[in-house]
């Protein structure tokens, strides 16, 4: 068609069109993004789906005894701690407390939990792992902080995703483990918080 029969397509009717150019759009194959995404929950065998939701409902019950564990070791060691730290752990502690508790009043009398509780436990749990050893690099000493045990939670964390949903979930989680601690580390070695080169020994002394 020429540009006079496009002119008069676009008046046709009595009606005037601007005519806006068509800008492509990148395409992703499908077979990256079938790799990137879960199946629909359809396909997903119901004994499967009953064994991941079994598993995250032990998971949130194994949580809340070691945030209970931690909390009972908070308030034991508080007169000894600065005060920068007690509120660390109170302003960390509170909140996953009542997120883990909330779950059982909200969806664990259901026969079902929602899709995307796993993902969203486990990267809660990343975030507040990292938190932590922010909170304690700000409020203390940034490398007691990155060489405590604390950084194998992370580890932890990631070994128990499999069980309770799929391996594409658990690769996202693992990214984002690798980005919250580069952050971290990146930004306390710029701000000179953490000297890279120290022993843990002399990092807990």
């Known amino acids: 068609m020429n540009a006079a029969g496009m002119t008069r397509g676009i008046l046709d009717g009595g009606k005037r069109y601007d005519a806006v150019p068509y800008r492509f759009a990148p395409v992703i194959p499908r077979g990256i993004m079938k790799s990137l995404s879960d199946p629909p929950p359809s396909t997903i065998p119901l004994s499967l789906r009953l064994r991941r939701e079994r598993a995250e409902r032990i998971m949130n019950g194994l949580r809340a005894a070691i945030l209970a564990l931690l909390g009972v070791a908070a308030l034991a060691y508080a007169p000894a701690l600065a005060p920068e730290l007690d509120r660390v752990n109170a302003v960390l502690l509170i909140p996953l407390l009542a997120w883990t508790a909330g779950q059982y009043l909200l969806w664990y009398r259901n026969e079902h939990l929602p899709e995307w509780l796993p993902i969203t436990n486990a990267m809660i749990d990343v975030t507040a792992v ?11 000493s940034g490398n007691m902080a990155l060489r405590t ?14 069980v309770a949903s799929s391996a594409r979930k658990t690769a996202v989680v693992g990214a984002l483990a690798v980005v919250e601690y580069t952050a971290l580390f990146s ?9 890279p080169l120290i022993s843990p020994v002399d990092a807990v002394v």
């Open 130 to 140: 990292t938190a932590i050893m922010a909170g304690y690099s700000i409020s203390g």
């Open 149 to 162: 045990p604390i950084f194998m939670m992370y580890f932890v964390i990631l070994a128990a995703r499999p």
């Open 187 to 195: 930004w306390l070695l710029v701000s000179g918080k953490i000297n």
